[in-house]
C-alpha cells in the first residue's frame, strides 16, 4: 500500500493509504476506514453496519445516527444504498473528520457531521428520533480495537431514549462474547423492549454486529430485498457482499 498522507497529533499517528483505488484510514496501526468511489462496498465490517436497513421496506429508514463516523464507510453505503432523507454522524477524533471530508469525500447535503463525545451528546440530545441508531465507537489500544462504552442498561436507555417504536439498533463488537452479554440479550428488561435480535458476522474480519430490532423482521425479507438490490444481491459471484446471520433472540 502506498501511503498518502500521515500526521502525528498529540503522540497519535495517522495515516491514509491507497490500496489500489481504495483509500484507508489508519490510526495507531489500527485500520478504520475504507472508501473506493467506484466500489462502495467495503467487504469488511461496515457492510454488516449497513444492511439491517434492508430488513425494511424501501424508504422506512430516514433517520440515521451513526455514533462514531472514522473515514465514513457506512455513511457513503448508507447514502448510496439507502438513502435516508437524514444522517447524523458524531465522531470525537476532529482528524477523522478531517480525513472524512478530505480524502474519503464525505460531504452531501443528506450528511450533518458533529464533532462531540458521542456518549455525552446522545445522553443531551433532545431532537427528532432515529429509525436506525448505529453504534461504532471505538479507540485503539496496543494497536487493537477497543469498545469505548459497554453495551449495558445505562447505554442501551440511551439509545432506546432516542429510537422510533419501530427503529433498531446496530452496535459492532470485537468478539462474540461481548455481544451475548450485551444489555439488549442478557438484561431482561431492555431485552424485552426488542421483538427481534440478530447477529451478523464476515468471514473477513472477527467483529460480530448486533441487531436490535423493536419490531419483527426476518432473515428472508432481508435477503430478499438485498437480491433485488443492485449491487448488493449476495447471489452473485460478482458480490462484495459476504455475511452470515443468525437470530438470537
Same mark, same amino acid.
Request: proline share 4%; charged share 20%; hydrophobic share 45%.
Given at each position: 500500500m502506498a501511503l498518502v498522507w500521515s500526521k502525528q497529533v498529540s503522540g497519535v499517528q495517522y495515516e491514509v493509504r491507497s490500496a489500489g483505488k481504495s483509500i484507508r484510514l489508519y490510526t495507531d496501526g489500527v485500520f478504520h476506514s475504507q472508501y =473506493?468511489?467506484?466500489?462502495?462496498?467495503?467487504?469488511?465490517?461496515?457492510?454488516?453496519?449497513? $444492511?439491517?436497513?434492508?430488513? #425494511?421496506?424501501?424508504?422506512?429508514?430516514?433517520?440515521?445516527?451513526?455514533?462514531?463516523?472514522?473515514?465514513?464507510?457506512?455513511? *457513503?453505503?448508507?447514502? #448510496?444504498?439507502?438513502?435516508?432523507?437524514?444522517?447524523?454522524?458524531?465522531?470525537?477524533?476532529?482528524?477523522?473528520?478531517?480525513?472524512?471530508?478530505?480524502?474519503?469525500?464525505?460531504?452531501?447535503?443528506?450528511?450533518?457531521?458533529?464533532?462531540? =463525545?458521542? $456518549?455525552?451528546?446522545?445522553?443531551? #440530545?433532545?431532537?427528532?428520533?432515529?429509525?436506525?441508531? $448505529?453504534?461504532?465507537?471505538?479507540?485503539?489500544?496496543?494497536?487493537?480495537?477497543?469498545?469505548?462504552?459497554?453495551?449495558?442498561?445505562?447505554?442501551?436507555? *440511551?439509545?432506546?431514549?432516542?429510537?422510533?417504536?419501530?427503529?433498531?439498533?446496530?452496535?459492532?463488537?470485537?468478539?462474540?462474547?461481548?455481544?451475548?452479554?450485551?444489555a439488549g440479550i442478557s438484561n431482561k428488561v431492555i431485552s424485552r423492549k426488542f421483538a427481534s435480535v440478530f447477529q451478523l458476522t464476515s468471514c473477513l474480519n472477527e467483529n460480530f454486529v448486533g441487531v436490535y430490532a423493536r419490531s419483527q423482521i426476518s432473515s428472508g425479507v432481508l435477503r430478499k430485498n438485498l437480491i433485488k438490490t443492485p449491487k448488493l444481491n449476495p447471489e452473485l459471484k460478482t458480490s462484495r457482499l459476504r455475511y452470515r446471520i443468525r437470530k438470537l433472540a
Open positions: =473506493n468511489p467506484e466500489q462502495i462496498l467495503t467487504g469488511h465490517v461496515w457492510d454488516l453496519l449497513m $444492511i439491517p436497513a434492508f430488513f #425494511y421496506p424501501e424508504n422506512t429508514i430516514k433517520r440515521v445516527l451513526v455514533l462514531g463516523v472514522g473515514g465514513g464507510a457506512a455513511l *457513503h453505503m448508507l447514502r #448510496y444504498f439507502v438513502s435516508p432523507v437524514n444522517i447524523t454522524g458524531i465522531e470525537l477524533n476532529p482528524v477523522h473528520l478531517s480525513v472524512a471530508r478530505r480524502f474519503f469525500n464525505l460531504k452531501h447535503k443528506s450528511i450533518k457531521l458533529i464533532q462531540a =463525545n458521542a $456518549i455525552s451528546w446522545l445522553e443531551n #440530545y433532545q431532537g427528532e428520533k432515529f429509525d436506525m441508531i $448505529i453504534d461504532d465507537l471505538f479507540t485503539e489500544e496496543e494497536g487493537e480495537p477497543v469498545s469505548v462504552v459497554d453495551a449495558n442498561v445505562k447505554w442501551f436507555s *440511551h439509545m432506546l431514549k432516542h429510537l422510533n417504536k419501530n427503529g433498531v439498533i446496530v452496535r459492532n463488537f470485537v468478539s462474540k462474547e461481548e455481544l451475548l452479554v450485551s
